[in-house]
């Protein structure tokens, strides 16, 4: 008998579920993106998004994965971190599924999913990884039982750097077009590199300079958006394969990951792919449809937290708004 | 011969007029665009010779520079014989350990004293001479400040170098590095220091005890 996982992802704007066998096979990642009318994510208001599709979303899930609700034998959820409102409405859709088809239940870390989705998606065993997304920017390896950051940011994240920065320049999202995309649009229309500051120390890395000088210079009008959004990509990612390279020589690890939202950017793929290739590293980014916040990832970070007997009662299953990547112990990570 | 691959230098260990030297090579990073790429090579290859020269002065043993080449950004220095600090300090006795961190607490003073920050410090940085003397290396990334934020990261850096590498000491390697801080800038100035890194901890993502810092700092004015 083939068992199944049902995972459900709600820490910012989207809400998604996946299901997965437990050989690893994605059968569903059914995901709903909150779309603002404007400005960012309104916690309450992704919630009340997350709130109203959450019926349909799972249904659909399970239209597609050709399972029946009793064949599943777990179900987890994104623990934390994110948005309160957000991790609290997918916790009780969690909560209400385990209880009813009385099976249990698995608290996930979102950014140890990241890091487990491009590790199966990929074949990477062993990676040097770049998380970047509109809420995280961490450069991790996995060292005796953890998840070890070596850099992050030590300000905003290098997506909500680029989102702002779009919005300040009256941009707007679109359905299957988040800002990041609109942004790399656009720079591949410039060429003029203009002068914006660049900002790493040691490991660490602070957006928030680049994203104020950024603004200042949209609003002169002198510049062409593109050519400033080209400017803040390479400024940015410059930064972001420098700590990377700094980590990877530090660690002497084979393997670079580039997970999360960021991760789909193409500029930035291959600048990493270049220095994976100097120090003989293998390249490893995690496909698209897996790259965004999606439920499958935290099926299947599930499943290998279930194996390893770390189920959690329903009573104890608080949402953790501030959960670090560091603080997860990973025992079904080898080595 | 290269001997090491580094993230931002290569380092090749060579005959220099009959001396052994160590040459730091700047090369292009094909990654980034050549105007960026040069503009951070040649800045880090010039400030890193003075603050070469600076952390002298502040009575921190580095590397003597014998020439500094901006055209091909590389810089030819003295090479020292010893081991990296990072590959040793977990093999150390608790009190060996105790003893080395607090050593390097004191240069760290020394040079903050001076109004250099490092900017980079890591135990692969730092190295560990047959004498016991620690000698610091790659100033790269350092400055020359006395702000006490820019003090507060170079310190942050050191703690998380502690905890992602040698986790398992982190807590009393850390303690004993504010230990040997404290006897160069005084107990006053470590305890400020101590606060500022707990701020900038804070601004990090996900720190739980971000709320309760921010109350206090905005309680204490």
Known sequence: MPKFCLGIEATADDFSVGILDFNGNVLANVISAFIPKMGGIHPREAARHHGKVVGQVISTAFQEAHVKPEKLALISFSQGPGLGPCLRTGATAARALATYLDIPLVGVNHCVAHIEIGKLATGAKDPVTLYVSGGNTIVSAFEARYYRVFGETLDIAVGNCLDIFAREAGLHQRAGMPLGAIVEKLAEEGNELVDLPYCVKGMDLSFSGLLTAAIRLFEVRQYRLEDLCFSMQEIAFSMLTEVTERALAHTEKREVLLTGGVGANKRLQAMLRTIADEHDSRFCVVPKQYALDNGAMIAWTGILAYEHGKIIPVEKSFVRLKWRLDEVEAPWVGG | ?221
Not at chain 2, 23 to 33: I, T, V
Not at chain 2, 56 to 74: C, H, Q, R, W, Y
Not at chain 2, 91 to 109: D, N, P, V, Y
Not at chain 2, 188 to 208: D, F, L, P, W
């Open chain 2, 1 to 221: 011969m290269l001997i090491k691959k580094g993230a931002e230098a290569n380092l090749f260990l060579e005959r220099w007029h009959n001396k052994k030297v160590i040459m730091k090579q700047r090369f292009p990073k094909k990654y980034r665009l050549p105007e960026i790429d040069e503009r951070i090579r040649n800045y880090r290859t010039i400030h890193e010779s003075q603050l070469l020269h600076h952390a002298k002065e502040a009575g921190v043993s580095t590397p003597m520079i014998f020439l500094v080449n901006l055209k091909d950004s590389n810089i030819i220095m003295e090479f020292i014989e010893g081991k990296q600090v990072k590959q040793i300090l977990n093999k150390l006795s608790f009190k060996e350990r105790k003893h080395l961190c607090r050593q390097i607490g004191e240069l760290i003073g020394q040079l903050h004293y001076s109004g250099v920050i490092h900017g980079d410090l890591t135990t692969s940085n730092m190295i560990l001479t047959r004498n016991g003397n620690v000698v610091f290396v790659d100033f790269g990334l350092g400055e020359k400040s006395v702000e006490l934020e820019l003090r507060g990261v170079d310190l942050h850096l050191m703690k998380r170098a502690f905890q992602s590498t040698h986790f398992l000491h982190a807590e009393e390697c850390f303690k004993a590095v504010l230990e040997g801080y404290a006897k160069v800038v005084g107990d006053e100035m470590t305890r400020v220091i101590s606060r500022k890194i707990i701020e900038i901890e804070s601004r990090g993502r996900y720190i739980s005890e971000r709320r309760k810092v921010n109350n206090d700092l905005s309680s204490k004015g």
